[in-house]
């Protein structure tokens, strides 16, 4: 089978669970980038952007 697509590496540190859903910082080791996040719908959509300026 062959795969296509990109490859990232995210290392995902939970800090705080409020609000029902995660608080924390999105590392990308590849990028050597760090953000933080307040909701897991933001974590998403980072990592989403990250993966589209691929």
């Given at each position: 089978m062959e795969q296509s697509g990109i490859c990232a590496?995210?290392?995902?540190?939970?800090?705080?669970?409020?609000n029902?859903?995660?608080?924390?910082?999105l590392a990308w080791k590849e990028g050597h980038q760090e953000m933080e996040f307040c909701s897991v719908l933001e974590l998403i959509i980072e990592m989403d952007a990250i993966l589209g300026r691929k």
């Open positions: 590496t995210f290392h995902i540190f939970v800090k705080y669970r409020q029902a859903t995660w608080q924390g910082i």
